[in-house]
């Protein structure tokens, strides 16, 4: 399975532009998970895991989540991922 993780660190990057630097210093890492169809496209991202005292507000992950959904793509390589209807992925970014 390969997923475009670089069109995702590039949409987080983009909305996050203004706090990347502030982010970095306070060591913070973003979890994304999500869930593939057959077609490669995200069905839904099950969950997002930030620190307790993130600096990312919930209108900058409702961004965000709502690019994510329309612009990252899985391609499958392997026949083992026929029989599942759906497909799990996680993803940390670590600012």
Do not use: H, W
């Not at 983009?14 to 060591?27: A, R, T, Y």
């Not at 895991?49 to 990252?72: F, G, H, W």
């Amino acid at each position: 399975m390969i997923v475009d993780t670089l069109t995702d660190r590039k949409i987080i990057y983009k909305v996050l532009k203004d706090k990347i630097e502030k982010l970095k210093m306070n060591g913070e890492q973003l979890t994304i998970r999500y869930v593939f169809g057959q077609d490669g496209n995200v069905l839904d991202i099950s969950s997002y895991s930030l620190p307790k005292n993130t600096l990312i507000t919930p209108k900058e992950l409702a961004q965000i989540d709502k690019c994510l959904r329309e612009k990252v793509k899985a391609t499958f390589k392997e026949r083992e991922y026929i029989e599942f209807p759906a497909i799990r992925y996680g993803r940390q970014i670590r600012f």
